[in-house]
């Protein structure tokens, strides 16, 4: 019996499998994970004073069962959003190209900047307009669907930061960033307060929601940072 031996480099299973392995290092290689979290979770906990400045727009009051029911608008904190996440988004932006041109590989990061960008514009000009925005002596008069609740909270600064990171998962072909973003759009539209009662404090009750949801983003970002350096330079 007589055998031909073939050269592994003409192995076609070696070479597919040197390919993925090449692809998968690239990939590992462009991940700055870290980055957005820790930048976005900056961004949230600087919401958190600014939401208590600037005046109360309200208009287009009207009856409603008994009591009034108008559209109400926080230009400050709204502007703050806006400008922040703008900012965010070219500091997320100028780290990924620089770490990428130190590793020597390309960046996938643009479509994630102008998905987060298009998201901060969308919703500030969503709640300029008052779309959802109600203010009522009663609470009672507006008994909106869970389904509702849920929308509401995800056309939020806070719900678009969730919907850009899985924009980011998937162009990182990140698994874990993946079940991150999961996790911190649950916190988001369940959302998980410990307690805290949805109007209470005034102009502070977003307080609570923003510490938790930059708590989750600093957490993650240290958590991703951290098993980068573990797992080191591949």
Do not use: K
Request: hydrophobic share 55%; glycine share 12%.
């Amino acid at each position: 019996m007589t055998s031909n031996a073939v050269p592994a480099g003409d192995d076609p299973r070696r070479l597919l499998a040197e390919a993925y392995g090449l692809a998968r290092r690239v990939r590992l290689a462009q991940r700055v994970t870290w980055l957005p979290l820790l930048v976005l979770a900056v961004v949230t906990f600087g919401a958190i004073p600014v939401s208590g400045w600037g005046p109360t727009v309200v208009r287009d009051c009207r009856a409603a069962d008994g009591g009034q029911v108008c559209r109400v608008w926080e230009p400050v904190p709204q502007f703050y959003w806006l400008a922040a996440l703008f900012l965010a988004y070219v500091v997320i932006a100028g780290g990924y190209l620089r770490v990428a041109r130190a590793r020597g590989v390309d960046t996938r990061v643009r479509p994630y900047v102008l998905t987060g960008v298009a998201l901060a514009v969308v919703l500030f000009a969503a709640i300029a307009a008052g779309a959802g925005a109600w203010l009522v002596p009663d609470r009672q008069l507006l008994d909106p669907s869970a389904f509702v609740q849920v929308l509401f909270r995800l056309l939020t600064p806070i719900g678009g930061i969730g919907l850009a990171l899985l924009v980011l998962a998937w162009l990182e072909r990140h698994p874990a960033l993946l079940a991150f973003a999961l996790g911190y759009l649950t916190v988001v539209l369940v959302p998980i307060t410990f307690g805290w009662g949805a109007h209470w404090g005034g102009r502070w009750q977003a307080a609570p929601m923003l510490i938790i949801s930059g708590g989750v983003l600093l957490l993650g970002g240290a958590g991703f940072a951290l098993a980068q350096r573990l797992r080191g330079p591949r």
